[in-house]
């Protein structure tokens, strides 16, 4: 399938999903994650739920860090540019939703993309071979392009991969793992 099909099909799905779906279906993926091999990292990086677009609730992940003591990283998206800047969260941190309902650290101290260890990506669909289908702004392939070439790329989804999507791109970043309900696909 094409990119394009897969958002359209991938929003109708996440579309049908209710407030307590997407709960329960959130705490099967973070549950996931604390099987994967990825827990001696310092920095980690991961977004923000959009409610109104019915994204994974990365609240459950963002427990687990603060659990464990680990340096959680937030972004700010530039929508001018399709370029996020990085921001340490603390107790100090304020997070205000942009004109997108996407919730973003006001400031704070900022994070170079050399430092990040581990990425929760967002996306909509996802492939066999790791390829990711997103709302199509290229935000996260500029950022996972500069990141560190061991940087671990852990995509979340409520649904299981599609086998291929037709118009990859060369510069499209390909995920490490990808995490479902059911289980943990790793590229």
């Not at 109708?12 to 827990?39: C, F, G, Q």
């Not at 001018?80 to 941190?93: F, G, K, Q, S, V």
């Not at 997108?100 to 929760?120: A, C, H, Q, R, S």
Request: aromatic fraction near 12%; include cysteine; charge should be negative.
């Amino acid at each position: 399938m094409l990119k394009a099909e897969l958002r359209k099909k991938y929003k109708a799905l996440r579309s049908e999903l209710s407030t307590d779906d997407v709960d329960h279906l959130s705490v099967s993926i973070a549950n996931k994650l604390l099987k994967l091999p990825i827990w001696d990292a310092s920095f980690y990086h991961t977004f923000l739920t959009i409610e109104e677009q019915k994204e994974v609730n990365t609240d459950y992940i963002l427990n687990i860090l603060s659990g464990k003591d680990k340096h959680i990283v937030l972004s700010k998206s530039d929508f001018e540019t399709h370029i996020m800047t990085h921001y340490l969260l603390t107790d100090n941190t304020v997070i205000k939703k942009n004109a997108y309902n996407i919730p973003e650290p006001v400031d704070g101290i900022e994070i170079t993309n050399n430092k990040i260890e581990v990425v929760f990506v967002p996306l909509l669909a996802f492939d066999k071979k790791g390829h990711r289908v997103g709302y199509g702004k290229g935000f996260y392939d500029k950022f996972l392009a500069d990141c560190k070439p061991d940087t671990i790329k852990i995509g979340l989804s409520f649904f299981e991969a599609e086998d291929a999507i037709d118009d990859v791109f060369k510069g499209d970043v390909t995920l490490d793992y990808c995490v479902t309900p059911e289980g943990v696909y790793g590229f």
